[in-house]
């Protein structure tokens, strides 16, 4: 999927932190889910990375912030990055494809975003990060929003031919440990797509 114009006029400062308001604000699936709605997103204009990932888990809806669980530790360890560099917003945006916590199904695992969130949100936010030049799509949800018909028929073949979608996207799968079993089976992943991820990311911040 085409990234919006960095050439349009972006929002204004106080209109881009109205635009967080309303997200955090959102409560547009409060009636289906089991919990109070709380949105979890980290943006700044400034910001040249951009992370999409899937929603939050328990842990990420229990402090308000993205990514403070083993499945972040992963991500930062794969990035090359610290927290204190992970959560400078400044530098790198966090927006995930569903915004808050859409509850465990059955067996314990976290459900699916919720269908509702991304397309009332997700372009909305990215058109306005103007700065952003590589966009982390994390997991197979990102990867169909944003790739669209450029993806693989498979997130392991999208993964693999990560260069293939630069410089503008890096797909990656998700970091949650239950996809260590993944990682083990395809051992290119730490060996050729580490190297392009931390590469760019230290071009991008430094």
């Known amino acids: ?12 400062a106080s209109d ?11 409560r547009v699936c409060a009636a289906d889910m089991p919990h109070e709605p709380r949105p979890v997103v980290q ?5 040249k990375i ?27 360890d794969w990035m090359g990055v610290d927290e204190a560099v992970f959560y400078d917003a400044a530098k790198i945006a966090i927006v995930p494809m569903g915004f808050c916590f859409p509850g465990l ?4 695992s976290d459900l699916p975003p919720r269908k509702e969130c991304a397309p009332l949100w997700q372009r909305k936010i990215a ?4 700065n952003v030049r590589l966009t982390l799509l994390v ?12 993806m693989r028929k498979t997130m392991t073949e999208t993964v693999r031919e990560a260069a293939e979608f630069g410089p503008d996207y890096l797909p990656l799968p998700h970091p949650s440990w239950r996809n260590s079993a993944w990682l083990r089976k395809n051992p290119w992943f730490e060996a050729k797509i580490l190297p392009l991820l931390r590469c760019r990311i230290i071009d991008l911040l430094h």
């Open 1 to 12: 999927m085409p990234r919006p114009s960095k050439g349009s006029t972006g929002l204004a």
């Open 16 to 26: 881009f932190d109205k635009l967080l308001a309303d997200i955090r604000a959102c």
């Open 43 to 47: 943006a700044s204009p400034t910001a």
């Open 50 to 76: 951009l992370i999409v990932g899937q929603a939050p888990g328990t842990r990420v809806h229990a402090s308000g912030r993205p990514f403070t669980d083993p499945s972040g530790d992963r991500l930062r």
């Open 105 to 108: 199904d059955e067996t314990g």
């Open 127 to 130: 058109g306005e990060l103007k």
């Open 139 to 150: 997991g197979l949800h990102s990867q169909r929003f944003h790739l669209g018909s450029q």
